[in-house]
């Protein structure tokens, strides 16, 4: 039996008429005081109904709305994506010599702004530099030879167009919608067997594990490697030979019907850290500015630096510029993204500031 929410009219005659019952009375006077008191709580109840019709939906996380909606994704592993800023490349045409300056800011004919995120000096007439939108969403994405201009002209500079391949990758914030379905995907196709995230999720019972990476065949056909971070222990993110031997046991418990499958060797190993090191100038050049610019690449790295993985080049400009302060800034160290190999941990290195 399904549950039919009152309207506010039904909720008022079924108290009205109550009243009237319990009382004694005629029917109850458009102006007197028992119509009014009648109509004041039907409108709390219904008020009421409503809130209860909302918690009702948050239950159920095919119903479930946005903050309830997250709560439920993150049970289950998943975040809602956030937006990301279009990237590409825009060719300069001009005088040989002219310089343009990192972040130098273009715009298109809709207002929409732009960074460059290197500098160059144009040689044969042209330079082709990357540039990043400066709002994150769809909205940047730009079509190959749309014409765009500098926000301050540079003598020299005769006109710019975006390059071959377009300002691309820009997306919007994941909508509750899109959330759900991934959601949905999730629930009714629940990862076992031996499936990547299976790992991802039995080695996370060992204590100590904050981060897992899987690699499929790692060693040929038949072979899963695995390693870990220990975030959270002094010692670590590297694990120690006992916290490998731990995890090794739990993917291999013959115990345990939720652990690798029969036939399939696993091979648990530590990855080496692989400090990341980075030399900024950055603008105003204030310890505030410089702790905030620590914290950002700190965070990134621990988001993006993956073992078998690349560090972009591009989401190191964007961890900087994003710097509580930040008005610029130019990154020496590295000059170009970094690639990590199945046995790096990457971690936050040294940085000097110059």
Same mark, same amino acid.
């Given at each position: 039996? %399904?549950?039919?929410?009152?309207?506010?009219? /039904?909720?008022? +005659?079924?108290?009205?008429?109550?009243?009237?019952?319990?009382?004694?009375?005629?029917?109850?006077?458009?102006?007197?005081?028992?119509?009014?008191?009648?109509?004041?709580? +039907?409108?709390?109840?219904?008020?009421?109904?409503?809130?209860?019709?909302?918690?009702?939906?948050?239950?159920?996380?095919?119903?479930?709305?946005?903050?309830?909606? /997250?709560?439920?994704? $993150?049970?289950?592993?998943?975040?809602?994506?956030?937006?990301?800023?279009?990237?590409?490349?825009?060719?300069?045409?001009?005088?040989?010599?002219?310089?343009?300056?990192?972040?130098?800011?273009?715009?298109?004919? $809709?207002?929409?702004?732009?960074?460059?995120?290197?500098?160059?000096?144009?040689?044969?007439?042209?330079?082709?530099?990357?540039?990043?939108?400066?709002?994150?969403?769809?909205?940047?994405?730009?079509?190959?030879?749309?014409?765009?201009?500098?926000?301050?002209?540079?003598?020299?500079?005769?006109?710019?167009?975006?390059?071959?391949?377009?300002?691309?990758?820009?997306?919007?914030?994941?909508?509750?919608?899109?959330?759900?379905?991934?959601?949905?995907?999730?629930?009714?196709?629940?990862?076992?067997?031996?499936?990547?995230?299976?790992?991802? *999720?039995?080695?996370?019972? %060992?204590?100590?594990?904050?981060? %897992?990476?899987?690699?499929?065949?790692?060693?040929?056909?038949?072979?899963?490697?695995?390693?870990? *971070?220990?975030?959270?222990?002094?010692?670590?993110?590297?694990?120690?030979?006992?916290?490998? +031997?731990?995890?090794?046991?739990?993917?291999?418990?013959?115990?345990?019907?939720?652990?690798?499958?029969?036939?399939?060797?696993?091979?648990?190993?530590?990855?080496?850290?692989?400090?990341?090191?980075?030399?900024?100038?950055?603008?105003?050049?204030?310890?505030?500015?410089?702790?905030?610019?620590?914290?950002?690449?700190?965070?990134?790295?621990?988001?993006?630096?993956?073992?078998?993985?690349?560090?972009?080049?591009?989401?190191?400009?964007?961890?900087?510029?994003?710097?509580?302060?930040?008005?610029?800034?130019?990154?020496?160290?590295?000059?170009?993204?970094?690639?990590?190999?199945?046995?790096?941990?990457?971690?936050?290195?040294?940085?000097?500031? %110059?």
């Amino acid at each position: 039996m %399904v549950f039919q929410r009152p309207t506010l009219a /039904e909720l008022v +005659a079924r108290i009205e008429a109550e009243v009237s019952t319990r009382l004694g009375v005629g029917p109850l006077q458009d102006r007197g005081p028992l119509r009014v008191l009648s109509r004041v709580f +039907a409108g709390v109840a219904h008020a009421l109904h409503g809130h209860l019709d909302f918690v009702s939906r948050q239950v159920v996380p095919l119903l479930a709305e946005s903050d309830a909606l /997250e709560q439920w994704a $993150d049970l289950f592993g998943l975040e809602r994506l956030p937006a990301t800023k279009a990237v590409g490349s825009v060719t300069f045409s001009g005088a040989n010599g002219t310089a343009i300056g990192l972040a130098a800011l273009l715009a298109r004919a $809709d207002g929409a702004k732009f960074r460059t995120t290197a500098p160059g000096v144009i040689s044969g007439g042209v330079v082709t530099l990357p540039v990043q939108a400066e709002l994150a969403g769809a909205a940047g994405n730009t079509a190959a030879g749309a014409p765009i201009s500098l926000a301050t002209p540079i003598a020299g500079i005769t006109s710019a167009v975006v390059a071959a391949g377009g300002l691309v990758g820009g997306e919007d914030r994941e909508s509750d919608e899109e959330l759900r379905q991934r959601l949905q995907a999730t629930v009714s196709a629940r990862p076992q067997g031996g499936s990547v995230a299976d790992y991802e *999720a039995w080695a996370l019972e %060992v204590g100590g594990v904050t981060r %897992v990476w899987v690699f499929p065949a790692f060693a040929g056909l038949g072979t899963v490697g695995v390693t870990f *971070a220990v975030d959270d222990d002094p010692a670590g993110p590297a694990p120690s030979a006992p916290q490998v +031997a731990l995890v090794q046991a739990r993917l291999t418990d013959p115990t345990r019907r939720d652990s690798a499958p029969v036939g399939v060797t696993v091979i648990t190993f530590a990855a080496v850290v692989f400090p990341v090191v980075f030399t900024i100038h950055v603008e105003p050049d204030t310890q505030a500015v410089r702790d905030s610019v620590a914290a950002n690449l700190a965070d990134l790295i621990l988001r993006d630096g993956a073992p078998g993985g690349t560090l972009l080049i591009s989401r190191i400009h964007e961890a900087i510029a994003t710097a509580q302060g930040e008005s610029d800034h130019v990154l020496t160290i590295p000059a170009a993204n970094v690639v990590f190999t199945t046995g790096d941990l990457p971690t936050l290195g040294a940085i000097t500031f %110059v």
